[in-house]
C-alpha cells in the first residue's frame, strides 16, 4: 500500500499532464510543446510573447532562435522565461525577449530589445556569446529601461497589458 504523499504525488503528475493537454489546445503554435521533461517554463514564456509581441513561433526548433518578427526586416528573437531571479543568454540575438513569472500566474517582461546591448554590458564576462550564462533581472530590467521603444519589438494591438508591466 502506497503512502499519502506518493497517492498525492500520483494526482498532481495526473494533473500537470491535464494542463499540459490544456495548454497544447490553447496555443496550437506550440503543438509540440509543453513537456514536462525540462522544456515547459520556457514553452510557456514563448506563447507569452507570441500573445503580446508581434512575433511568429517557429514551428520546429531552430538553434538561438524561438520567434520572427512578423513584420521587416524579419528579425530573430530568441525567448527566455524564468521563475527564477536571473534569466539567461548564450549568444547576440537579434532581439531578446525575458519573462519574469510568478506562482500566481503574473509575469512581467523584464527585456525587449536588441540582444548587442546586454552583449556590450558583459563584454567583460568571460564566455559571452560562448556559453549559456545567467544574468540578474535587475540588471537586465536596468539595461531594458534604456532602450528606445523604436528598437523594441512592436506590441500586438490586442495584446491584454492589464496586471503585466511591459518595459
Known sequence: MENKRLQKLK??????????????ELFNSKHSGFTLDGR?????????????FQIKLHTKLVKYYDAI??????????IKATFKESLTYNHQPDYY???????NG?????????????HQEYSHRKGIGEKLLSFP??????ISSNIHKTERIRMRDSAVTGKIKVN
Open 106 to 118: 503574473e509575469y512581467k517582461v523584464i527585456y525587449n530589445g536588441p540582444g548587442k546591448y546586454i
Open 137 to 142: 533581472i535587475k540588471k537586465l530590467e536596468e
Open 97 to 103: 525577449i525575458g519573462i519574469k513569472m510568478n506562482e
Open 11 to 24: 494526482t498532481e503528475i495526473k494533473n500537470l499532464h491535464r494542463s499540459v493537454s490544456i495548454l497544447k
Open 69 to 78: 518578427t512578423l513584420y521587416e526586416p524579419e528579425l530573430n528573437v530568441q
Open 40 to 52: 515547459l517554463v520556457g514553452d510557456i514564456g514563448e506563447v507569452i510573447a507570441e500573445e503580446l
